[in-house]
Every structure is written in C-alpha cells, then in structure tokens.
C-alpha cells in the first residue's frame, strides 16, 4: 500500500510539473526576470492580442515569448494560417513544451534581440506583416530590449504590426518603443492577474 501510494504521488507531481501552469511556475522560479509575469496569460488577454492581427495577410506573423501557447492557440482561432505563423521561444522547456502541443506549427528555440538569425529563411521567402511579443520589457536588461525593438524595425515594413503586452498601464512599456511606431489602439484587459494593455503600435519609419 505504501509503495503504491508513493509512485502515485510521483505520477501526480510528475504530471503537475508536466502541466502548462507547472511548467510555468518552473520557468518562473528559475528565470523570473525572463518570465516577467506572475502567471500565464488569460484567454481573455491572448484573444485581444490576436484581435490585432490581420488573419487575411501574406506575410509572416512572428511570436515572441510564446511561454505555454495561450496567444499561440488564440492566433490560430483568429484564422492566422499555419504556414504563416513562426513561434520563437527562448527558453528550451518552453520551446519542447510548444513543439508538443503545436506539433503543425514551425517553433523556433531562440533569442529575440537576434530575430532576423532566428528566422533566418523564413524571412528571405516572405515579408514579416505582424510581431505579437509576450517578453516582459519592463524587466529585461535595457540592451537587450533595445536589440529586441532594432529587429522589429528590420524585419516590419511601414505599415507593419506590432503587438505587446504590458502590466504598465499608462505609458509605453519601453524607452524607444516610439521611435518608428506609433500606437493604433491600447485597450486595458482587466480579465487577467494582473490587468493588463495590449499595445498595438504601427510601423511608421
């Protein structure tokens, strides 16, 4: 009885580190300043965020920090089709996390602030229309958000969407971000711990 009752436990906790809100209180407890958040998106907040981008377009929509895939799922309901949407995470456990649940999709183990190296093909073949960024600004070391934000610029066109979240609700969430954008709407999701904005800022230099 007692040795069946201990490997359940194990199985229990085993499937509780497996599950998406174990894996992120993981990754938050190893790499808080990565993670940047207290717990994982709402549906609510990744729904208004995928709201943002045009399913109907030609080029690519790149997401940053994708964590769980609670934006990623909410992008494919938007009608973002498969072949147009490449998901970059750093974090490895996340990026074998995605690959399990999006086994369709292209998931891309990498860092944002080299975006265009990350893409890499990706990028030669098609434009980028749309970059939907779930990285915590706020805390990340100010020159990596600095080589972050020069990519988007690379990689947008004008006219080229940028959606980010942020806790911060007033305010742009980081020194630049309105150099060569300019905001298009920043409605405040307050269905989410914590409420949250979601940004969407078009390309204009």
């Excluded at 779930?134 to 988007?152: I, K």
């Amino acid at each position: 009885m007692g040795l069946r009752y201990l490997a359940d436990t194990r199985r229990l906790a085993d499937g509780i580190r497996a599950a998406p809100s174990g894996l992120f209180l993981r990754e938050l407890l190893e790499s808080p300043a990565v993670v940047g958040a207290v717990w994982p998106s709402s549906a609510r907040l990744a729904r208004a965020m995928a709201a943002s981008v045009d399913p109907q377009g030609d080029g690519l929509v790149v997401e940053l920090g994708a964590g769980t895939g609670v934006v990623t799922r909410a992008l494919l309901e938007r009608g973002v089709s498969v072949d147009r949407l490449r998901v970059v995470e750093r974090s490895p456990a996340f990026a074998r996390h995605l690959r399990r649940r999006f086994p369709e999709l292209m998931i891309l183990e990498g860092d944002a602030a080299r975006l265009s190296e990350v893409l890499d093909e990706s990028t030669q073949e098609r434009p980028v229309d749309a970059i939907v960024s779930s990285l915590p600004l706020r805390s990340l070391d100010p020159a990596v958000v600095s080589a972050v934000l020069d990519q988007c610029r690379l990689l947008l066109a004008p006219g080229g969407t940028l959606v980010q979240f942020t806790y911060i609700l007033k305010g742009l969430p980081a020194a630049g971000l309105s150099e060569d954008f300019s905001v298009r709407d920043d409605p405040i999701v307050w269905a989410n711990l914590p409420p949250a904005r979601v940004i969407t800022l078009e390309r204009t230099g």
